[in-house]
């Protein structure tokens, strides 16, 4: 399976924080905004993964994350010329995607639970139709809302509907087969002028192929999209991390872990952070030879 990250959009929530810089550039705690997807695509085992980002910015992305080499994963970059929805991704992502399975992302999402490597493992094996992921949220309508039934059956997908069926909020987290490419140009833009993910997963969901997934307690699940949600996210992972004295989010943790790189490539990565809690964190690693 291959990989998607959406990390264009103007940001305009956002501002004037974005106003110089991509969201997905920003600090959530102790780490790059973008590091958050990326991991969570490295922990479900893949490998190769595009990057989409604005025009303005995607210098500025290669700067940070280079090809991915230094994680044993290979990273390319394509460029959103202006927003136009969730599905534009799937469409700028065409020949990356070359009829594979894939998993896309939003670029200002953040999981994290004990269940969540297993989660994404399983999830990234689907061979057919699409799979979503669903959070229990407060404030549904502010959300694309799911609906199921006793089987855990999708029967709806509504957008920011202001009377909600559930709390059951869609995630920014998709797993679709290779046929998603087909199904993203039969999309029309909304009223709103963009090209909706939610058609996307109807279409699935009409044919009987669409799967779902629960994050129920003990996950959590961020869309940093606002002041409020951004200092939430960074505020809930300091807490975890001071808490426990493990990272979330690391790349060369979760590269090292899953294999992807050895041992002496992890010392060799540490050399760049020698002077902060993020080198000495890497250091602790290799000295009590967790994995």
């Known amino acids: 399976m291959r990989g998607i990250i959406l990390a264009g959009g103007s940001g305009t929530r956002l501002y004037p924080l974005t106003m ?5 550039l920003l600090p959530v705690y102790n780490k790059p905004l973008i590091y958050y997807p990326l991991t969570t695509l490295m ?23 280079k090809d991915g080499s230094q ?8 460029v959103q010329p202006h927003p136009g929805g969730t599905v534009q991704a799937i469409l700028i992502g065409e020949s990356f995607i070359r009829e594979e399975p894939v998993a896309l992302i939003l670029g200002d999402n953040i999981f994290y639970g004990e269940g969540m490597p297993g989660i994404l493992k399983e ?15 407060q404030h549904p309508e502010r959300y694309g809302v799911v609906s199921f039934d006793a089987d855990e059956q999708v029967i709806e997908i509504e957008e920011k509907p202001e009377t909600p069926r559930s709390n059951w909020a869609m995630t920014g987290l998709f797993f679709y087969a290779g046929d998603v490419v087909e199904v993203a140009k ?16 109807r279409h699935y969901m009409r044919q009987g192929r669409l799967k779902l997934r629960l994050l129920g307690r003990g996950n959590a699940w961020f869309d940093t999209g606002t002041h409020e949600s951004l200092l939430e996210a960074a505020n809930y ?11 979330i989010a690391c790349p060369e943790e979760i590269a090292h872990a899953l294999g992807f790189i050895t041992g002496d490539h992890l010392d060799q990565l540490t050399g760049a952070y020698l002077k902060n809690n993020y080198g000495n964190y890497l250091q602790r690693l290799r000295a009590t030879g967790r994995r």
């Open 20 to 24: 110089a810089t991509s969201k997905q």
């Open 43 to 65: 922990l479900a085992g893949i490998r190769e993964i595009l990057i989409i980002t604005t025009p303005e910015d995607q210098a500025a992305f290669q700067r940070l994350l």
């Open 71 to 78: 994680w044993g994963v290979s990273l390319s970059y394509a």
């Open 123 to 137: 999830s990234s094996g689907l061979t057919s139709g699409g799979l979503i992921l669903a959070y229990y949220v």
């Open 186 to 201: 039969q999309v029309r833009p909304s009223p709103r002028g963009e090209l909706e993910i939610t058609d996307v997963n």
């Open 237 to 247: 992972v300091a807490a975890v991390e001071r808490r426990q004295g493990l990272m």
